[in-house]
């Protein structure tokens, strides 16, 4: 299974940026598809899932400016992200959950400049 990440940049803030994950391989109809970032010196936090029957929950900082959402028959999982702030700034990573395995994609950088 493999996971590949597309669209992080850098922008200022109060701007908008949309991440693409596409998963190929041998990927279950149920699953868990989702978003975490790492800023420097820091733990790798949750950002935002989405499992396969549609449900989504996001992590407290970001929820109101970011959406995740999916299409099933990609296997592709975006994340849009709006009103950007500095804090924001972190290695966006994605992440497929099935069965027992979990799999990450290999990182994309997002730098939001104040």
């Known amino acids: 299974e493999r996971l590949v990440e597309s669209g992080g940049g850098l922008v200022q803030a109060g701007g908008s940026l949309r991440l693409s994950c596409a998963a190929s391989?041998?990927?279950?109809?149920?699953?868990?598809m989702g978003w975490y970032r790492q800023a420097p010196g820091k733990q790798r936090e949750l950002v935002a899932g989405?499992?396969?029957?549609?449900?989504?929950n996001y992590a407290d900082s970001v929820k109101g400016r970011f959406t995740i959402s999916r299409d099933n028959a990609k296997n592709t999982v975006y994340l849009q992200m709006n009103s950007l702030k500095p804090e924001d700034t972190a290695v966006y990573y994605c992440?497929?959950?099935?069965?027992?395995?979990?799999?990450w994609g290999q990182g994309t950088q997002v730098t939001v400049s104040s």
């Open positions: 391989g041998s990927i279950f109809r149920l699953n868990v």
């Open positions: 989405n499992t396969s029957g549609g449900t989504t």
């Open positions: 992440h497929l959950a099935q069965w027992v395995n979990d799999y």
